[in-house]
């Protein structure tokens, strides 16, 4: 027979499968599925997995269309591989062992069918697919009513559905409404080829189904959630929030990410420990590549929200470069102990002081901006450890370092003496120390350190380095036994020429020890043209410098005191004699933040206090 008569076949029904056709075809005439396609020489196994030659004699058969049966046929291409209208489907993300239903669709076909009513109700492409969980039609779930996979019965809708057709009734009383799932309206929209304009579409059908799945669950019931406590309710309402979040790209995945960061209750986060099964899942229980537009944005994502090291694989896809730091990793990437780290931080302006409470690996800063810093710190060296590399005599690391000739590159705070030296700068502060210096030979018997020219003439070893600085001393060798700084020799002699060459005049350093202020305070004073002051080329160094007249000193001196001579004068603390001032109404003569200093006029000092 190449085909049967009218009355012993059904009409094909939108959405339906063909194996489900080809079960209803065969309970009209009393078969089983396999039974009836037997007797045609059929399998009926290849209506199932959608064969063409299958399709083909079946819609022959029974009058069928056959692009309707190819439309809405389940086609298996590989053993766990499937396509539906177009979409690709895996094995683990369809119910072939299981007939999920719509009580109210099932009732409906029995009411309104014809022919036999074991053969009227018929089942929907889309209750195969696992993530559709609701009836778009009816607003229920779509409850289990077989789990009968024995080879004989499975894939036959109308055998496993007969012991039922009378619970139907029953059934849509009993049944819960809820609306489908917003992941659930984008899969019926993608099945039907309308256009979504969502992230989404560039996934395969069924990895964007279970990735939103699986976010949801993540999002509801936290990273470690348990598969086996999920029911179809928590899956539907996990699919609609998973959705929420990626159908907005990459904004939702850092929303997610930043989400589960600031929720994570630990000090030492990791993947594993801040994302749970979502890192799991995508880094380790599947290789599928089809995963992997996903992993790349959730890698993304966690790489510049956190410490992620170049190299480092995050949701199975490697990061390309470190976007974050944390005191942690950078502790460990540049040998730097975190508490020391910790404080440079703070001061280079890379950390807060809110954050300056949080573990260390919450502590987090971006890893370009600060690469040459850290660099910097990791070769850093202590205020000890700079003295000894330029082999510098104890103290006058001290003194270049008040001077503002040894500078460190991070200043410790008030009282701290936790400053950072960059080796680079030291060597280039003994390169300029040491320019054009010759080595000494035992003719140069006169020469001596530094240290005791600075003691032979009476003058500082600050006073000499400086004097080494400026290129003014004509004679500078370095003793081949010596190191760095120890190695240099220098003429006494030359020195106190030096310091005390005919100027016509004071210069700037001997106006401070005049005055017993500051250099800052004189260089303030002369800029504002309070002390005058006058440019002169000096006849040793050839420099140009100014130089104040000593009788212009001497004038500033009778007529001013500064706050700090004249609390010694009356024995006084300084802050107490401040405020004497003010009782007194005598104001300072200049403005404290100008001269860097507070002067007061000595004749309204004398006026009201030694009178």
């Known amino acids: 027979m190449d085909h049967l008569p009218q009355s012993l076949t059904t009409a094909f029904m939108r959405g339906e499968t063909p194996a489900s056709f080809c079960s209803r075809v065969a309970a009209i005439v009393g078969r089983s599925a396999r039974a009836f396609c037997c007797d045609f020489g059929l399998a009926f ?72 009513v074991n053969a009227r109700p018929y089942g929907r492409a889309i209750w195969l697919i696992d993530s559709i969980r609701t009836c778009p039609e009816h607003h229920v779930p779509l409850p289990v009513i077989s789990e009968d996979d024995h080879p004989q019965r499975v894939h036959d809708f109308a055998l496993l559905a007969r012991p039922h057709l009378r619970r139907f009734d029953d059934m849509t009383r009993g049944a819960s409404e809820r609306a489908p799932s917003s992941l659930e309206r984008y899969l019926l929209r993608r099945l039907e080829g309308e256009a979504t ?90 290789d599928d590549s089809a995963y992997d537009p996903l992993r790349r944005v959730l890698a993304e994502v966690a790489a510049e929200t956190m410490p992620l090291p170049a190299g480092r694989g995050a949701f199975g896809h490697q990061v390309d470069g470190r976007r974050l730091h944390s005191i942690r990793s950078a502790s460990k990437s540049f040998k730097i102990h975190p508490k020391r780290l910790r ?13 300056m409470s949080l573990p260390d690996d919450l502590v987090q800063f971006p890893a370009d901006a600060a690469s040459d810093f850290l660099e910097k710190v990791g070769r850093s060296m202590s205020l000890k450890a700079a003295r000894d590399y330029l082999g510098l005599p104890r103290p006058l690391e001290q003194h270049l370092l008040k001077a503002g000739i040894l500078v460190p590159f991070i200043e410790g705070s008030k009282g701290d003496i936790d400053h950072a030296f960059d080796p680079r700068d030291l060597d280039d502060l003994l390169a300029r120390l040491v320019q054009g210096a010759r080595p000494a030979d035992a003719e ?26 400026d290129g003014a001393l004509a004679t500078v060798k370095l003793d081949p036994g010596g190191r760095a700084f120890a190695a240099i020799r220098v003429d006494p002699e030359e020195i ?60 500033f001196l009778g007529r001013y005191i500064s706050a700090r001579n004249l ?38 000092v004398q006026e009201a206090i030694f009178d």
């Open 45 to 116: 196994m290849d209506i199932v997995d959608g064969r063409s030659e299958a399709l083909s004699a079946l819609a022959t058969l029974t009058g069928a269309s056959e692009g309707a049966l190819v439309s809405n046929a389940m086609v298996r291409y590989e053993p766990r591989q499937f396509t539906y209208r177009g979409h690709h489907l895996v094995r683990d993300a369809l119910s072939r062992a299981t007939l999920r239903v719509c009580p109210h669709c099932l009732r409906k076909d029995m009411a309104e069918g014809r022919g036999p």
């Open 496 to 555: 106190s020429r030096a310091m005390k060459p005919e100027l016509g005049g004071l210069s700037l350093q001997q106006v401070e020890k005049r005055m017993e202020t500051s250099t800052a305070v004189v260089k303030a004073l002369v800029d504002l043209s309070i002390l005058p002051s006058k440019t002169i080329v000096n006849p040793i160094s050839r420099n140009t410098q100014r130089v104040v007249d000593e009788a212009d000193v001497e004038a």
């Open 197 to 286: 304009a969502c992230w989404l579409d560039e996934l395969p059908f069924y990895v964007a189904a279970r990735s939103c799945e699986v976010i949801g669950a993540v999002i509801g019931h936290g990273p470690d959630y348990r598969n086996g406590e999920m029911t179809d309710a928590l899956w539907h309402r996990a699919g609609g929030e998973g959705f929420d979040i990626l159908s907005r790209g990459k904004d939702g995945v850092h929303d997610l990410l930043t989400g589960l960061q600031e929720a994570f209750p630990g000090e030492r986060i990791g993947l594993r420990s801040m994302y749970g099964r979502l890192e799991s899942w995508l880094g380790h229980d599947t």
């Open 567 to 604: 609390a010694v004068r009356l024995s006084m603390q300084i802050g107490i004699m401040t405020a004497t001032m003010r009782e007194q109404g005598i104001a300072p003569a200049f403005e404290p933040d100008e001269v860097k200093a507070t002067f007061f006029d000595l004749s309204q």
């Open 343 to 355: 404080k440079f931080l703070l001061r280079a302006g890379y950390i807060t002081e809110e954050t």
């Open 444 to 469: 140069d018997g006169d020469l001596v350190s530094v240290s005791k020219a600075a003691t032979r003439a009476c003058v500082s070893g600050v006073d000499v380095v400086r004097l080494l600085l």
